[in-house]
């Protein structure tokens, strides 16, 4: 079993940045494969980004390819999500999930009880 709490959303310009965190315990951290996924209002879940255990390999949405970064910090239990050239179309709450096998789907065993992100125009 793994807890996760995501943190650092808030409301931002477009244009802007925000970094989100995920911190994770109760579990081996360092054994999950880890994602990203958001939710707008009226709209279903949709992927964001994803990193393997180490880290290495990432995965990104064309829609955030280029301007979110993925990363993980295996020592502080943490993922990262960066996010520069924030969009008005960002706003969502933002959830990171944990699981054996990194993926653009839904298919994570946990998942943290999001934060929001609020991109004005």
């Known amino acids: 079993q793994v807890q996760l709490v995501e943190s650092g959303g808030g409301l931002v310009q477009a244009g802007g940045s925000l970094r989100l965190s995920c911190a994770a315990s109760?579990?081996?951290?360092?054994?999950?494969?880890m994602g990203w996924f958001r939710q707008a209002p009226g709209k279903e879940r949709e992927f964001v980004a994803a990193c393997s255990w180490s880290g290495d390999t990432t995965y990104y949405a064309d829609s955030v390819k280029g301007r979110f970064t993925i990363s993980r910090d295996n020592a502080k239990n943490t993922v990262y999500l960066q996010m520069n050239s924030l969009k008005p179309e960002d706003t969502a709450v933002y959830y990171c999930a944990a699981g054996f096998v990194v993926t653009s789907t839904p298919r994570y065993d946990y998942w943290g009880q999001g934060t929001q992100v609020t991109v004005s125009s």
């Open positions: 109760g579990s081996t951290f360092s054994s999950y494969a």
